[in-house]
């Protein structure tokens, strides 16, 4: 006879079946908690897994930019002549008095005295006192021969530049790739003269300036500190500008002071290299290269210089994991020919490997707690099957297969696995939110996507853990066991 | 008596003894796994963040401006002050030397290459420096930026001929890695005399040099040519010296009391303070050892390396309490489970006329016994567990976590205890009759 199609019967199970689980509730209660903890470790992590990364990647955002758009290696490249930057005759310097004792560099260093923070009008050693000098120190030798001394360098520093018409491209990238940060620059060396200038202080210095978007580099740089935020915005007689801090040291300026700057760098015809003035707006401190430079809007030093629509490079901000901005880079130097465009690897790719150790770390912790959850259910559906020995041993004597009472434990398995894995979701989600908020600062968006997986899995450990009892199952014999041994 | 009964009864029943304890030992040892991961995935993280390059950089005090673009200074080689490079190795003798991880000193010489005008940055590749006589360091631009893609191979900083060019130079030049360029140093560079009274000699330099390999980084070397530090050195005339030097190190994060003005500071706090590696606290006690330079954090990176490891390490922390959480939900199950089986003994101690409370005692004890077994058990095998996955992802193993062993008896106990009760508690309240009959 098929005792699995009479109706009754199954009926009758089910019902002996639900008595006994609802009498040891407590063992129930601790196999659905079990189970919801897993669920809800596991759904948390997955959730924070996004957001911690999505967090980590906004906060190695702080590091700056982190790709370059530079000249490629066919871009034009024109050697600077330096003899259009010596300033003969223009400092005044040949008339002024030697003033050793002003000079840069205290007496008891052995270094060379500094470029051009003197005002000595020759680069002669007699007038050293004491301190040893450089031609290639001086700038303002009538001989030029200083100039030598600073054709090289100037001469890199502001060697190759590309037109400024490849930006249209770059903005056009930039829009439709989202999280892009663009931030022409182009680089010259200036001098520097406070005004009005300071008595017993070094007439100039010689300083790489950089023109470029002032208030953009200063989003770009979070962690610059900056003396003064001062609003970018709003007409002015005079442009902003911004020195580093070892520059404000050295020529005792502030915000709030004029200084005159004047291209040492600059082709032919240049707006005079007579220079130009412009406020100061901040001072920057950041412990690195930018403490020794100058900031001024991109088109005034372009104009200031003689270098209209030409820019050095183009520094890129690019959001997302080490992966996508590589995808990006790619795309954008197919997009530009001619151009060069790199990742700068020590943020990229120092960035990969702090992700890799995070991502390494929740793995292990959720396999770990699955692990234990395992162990937790197999014991506890144990505990629970053993209790209900009796039962099975009734169930079995009146005619119930193996296969029948597997089915009832598979799908008390099952069940139990469901409802732990939905609420354990939607407890371990909520746990994540505020942990993400309250952590990261971060909106997490809900992923649904894990709630299926969550149930999924929970169902598979309730039902694994209840493989465990088919071996106990067949042991019971209904008269051994309903005789009371 | 007590210890008698107790001693007895453990050694009864032996196998369901050992499977309790192997219950609490795997619990406890999933939970010892992930407690020494997160107390050491900090570190890690630490070091990963190191890799991407100097946190400290040290210049001369009394430097005229430099003329610099990311870093790489443009100066003539002679001009402004220098740091003497045998100072460097008090570097390794500070309070915090264990927590320097490299540092490689650079000095400057504007030449030019195959007729380009560039800047020779002069380095250490890879060197083996002898802090004492049972101690070496290992430093160099290698370590100090892992991250820096060489495509051939680094130079030896013994090799005076050999070179690194930038990527972008070398495809300017069109040489790559085995090729041979030409290096002319100018005659107010290079080849200086320094000789107070007398005009310096004009002399330009052109030597041969091999190229290695070819840099890339992103930055602003991949426009320059790298040459061990000795050869700059000799080209611009400044034997022993060096500009300025970058500085890798593990600091803590800075908090408020790291801010804080050190003239307003009491002797103790000054102590503290002193005895915290924030990067601040390390650049001065660089600035001690080497009094004439300016030796400071860069404040971008140390500022957002301290960002990251206070959110990471909260984090961590939550994660290693929820696997804890559930470690002891697993075990107090499984005791709950084992307890449960209790009950006819329970009875019968009962009816002998034991009383509760001696009861309790007893299997509470021998419940405690076994939660110290399996607890140091767990801990033992959780540490071996964590050194393995360590060593499997990081190739570097991790270190003995003894304080993880109080943690993990403790929560072995409070479990196996917690788990005990609650069935003992409901045996109690049974008369001892009805659970005999049964």
Known sequence: MNQLADPNRRWFFFRLWWGAVSVKRAQAGLALLSLMLGAAVMSMLLNLYGGARRKMTQEFRAYGANAVLAPGPTASFTPTPASVSSPTGRMKTADKPCHPERSEGSPQFSGAVGAGSNNCGDSSPANSDGLRMTSSTSLDSPTGEGNQGWGPAEGTVASSTMDQAIMSVVYEFARKRRGMTVLPMLYGVVRLQPIPPKPRLPDFVNVVAVGTDLAAISRMNPGWRESQAMDYSGPLSLPLCAVGAHIASRLHVASGDTIHFQPLTSSAGARAAAGAECRLASVITTGASEDDQMFLPLEELQSAMGMAGKISLVQLRLDGETGEIERSIHELSKALPGVDVRPIRQIVYSEGRVLGVIRWFLLSVTSLVLVIILICLTATMTAMALERRKDVGVMKALGGSELQVMRLFLAEGAALGLVGGCVGFFVGSFWAFGLARHLFGVTLNVIWWALPLVCALASLMALGAAMFLVRLVRAIQPAVVLKGE | ?438
């Open chain 2, 1 to 438: 008596m007590l210890v008698r009964i107790l001693l007895e009864s453990l050694a009864r029943r032996r196998r369901r003894k050992l499977l309790s304890i192997l219950a609490v030992t795997l619990g406890i040892a999933a939970a010892a796994t992930v407690g020494i991961l997160s107390l050491d995935v900090g570190d890690k993280i630490s070091r990963e963040l190191r890799s991407y390059g100097a946190n400290i950089s040290i210049t001369p005090a009394a430097d005229s401006l430099a003329v610099s673009v990311g870093g790489v200074d443009y100066r003539p080689a002679g001009s402004g002050a220098f740091i003497p490079e045998d100072e460097l190795l008090k570097l390794k003798k500070i309070f915090w030397r264990n927590n320097i991880v490299a540092f490689t000193p650079f000095l400057y010489v504007p030449a030019k290459v195959d007729g380009q005008p560039t800047v020779l940055v002069g380095t250490w590749f890879e060197k083996l420096l002898q802090v004492d006589k049972s101690e070496a360091f290992a430093t160099g631009l290698k370590k100090l930026h892992p991250t820096w893609n060489v495509i051939g191979e680094w130079p030896d900083d013994s090799d005076a001929s050999g070179v690194l060019v930038g990527r972008r130079l070398a495809a300017r030049l069109m040489v790559g890695a085995g090729s041979t360029i030409t290096i002319s140093c100018r005659s107010a560079t290079c080849g200086r005399t320094i000789l107070a009274g007398t005009t310096p000699a004009l002399r330009s330099t052109t030597d041969a040099f091999q190229v290695r390999g070819v840099l890339e980084t992103g930055g602003e070397e991949d426009g320059q040519v790298l040459v061990p530090l000795a050869t700059a050195q000799h080209l611009a005339g400044l034997a022993g010296k060096v500009r300025r030097v970058e500085v890798s190190a593990l600091t803590k994060p800075e908090d408020a009391f790291g801010r804080s003005d050190l003239s307003k500071l009491t002797a103790e706090e000054l102590d503290r303070w002193y005895c915290t590696p924030y990067a601040s606290s390390i650049a001065y006690q660089i600035q001690q050892a080497i009094p004439e330079a300016e030796v400071k954090p860069i404040y971008q990176v140390a500022d957002t390396e301290g960002k990251i490891l206070n959110r990471m390490g909260i984090l961590m922390g939550m994660l290693a309490l929820a696997a804890l959480a559930s470690a002891g939900l697993a075990v107090a199950s499984m005791m709950l489970a084992t307890a449960l089986e209790r009950r006819a003994e329970i009875g019968l101690f009962k009816s002998l006329g034991a009383t509760d409370a001696r009861v309790a005692t007893l299997l509470l004890l021998e419940a405690g016994v076994l939660g110290l077994v399996g607890g140091l058990a767990g801990y033992l095998l959780g540490s071996v567990l964590a050194w393995r996955l360590a060593l499997a992802v990081f190739g570097v193993p991790i270190g003995i976590h003894l304080v993880m062993l109080p943690i993990c008896l403790a929560l072995a106990l409070a479990v196996t205890l917690a788990g005990s009760a609650l069935p003992l508690g409901r045996a109690l309240r049974v008369s001892p009759a009805v659970v005999l009959r049964d």
